[in-house]
């Protein structure tokens, strides 16, 4: 399975943007989809998620402005994210899990400037 990240970009502080993750291959095995953030200097956490039996969770900073869709049949999941905070800016990294294996997409960088 690949992934494909894409949508990253320069916005203001209040503004939105769609990140998008292509997958290729085996993507039925894909039980989850979900995106990651990694800030300079912090730890990398979990955003958003979401499971092919439709449970979607959602870092607490982010309810309510984001929202994580999956296209089953371009096979591609998304973020989008409106009311961006400067502390959104971080790398984004896409994901899909197969059973205990986990598959990255090269990350995006969303910078949210004032």
């Known amino acids: 399975v690949q992934l494909q990240a894409s949508g990253g970009g320069l916005v203001q502080a209040g503004g939105s943007l769609r990140l998008s993750c292509a997958s290729a291959?085996?993507?039925?095995?894909?039980?989850?989809m979900g995106w990651y953030r990694q800030a300079p200097g912090k730890e990398r956490e979990s955003v958003a998620v979401?499971?092919?039996?439709?449970?979607?969770h959602y870092l607490d900073s982010v309810k309510g402005r984001f929202t994580i869709s999956r296209d089953n049949a371009k096979n591609t999941v998304y973020l989008q994210m409106n009311s961006l905070k400067l502390e959104d800016t971080a790398v984004y990294y896409c994901y899909g899990r197969s059973g205990l294996r986990t598959y990255w997409g090269q990350g995006t960088l969303v910078t949210v400037s004032s």
């Open positions: 979401t499971s092919s039996g439709g449970n979607i």
């Open positions: 291959g085996i993507t039925s095995s894909l039980t989850a």
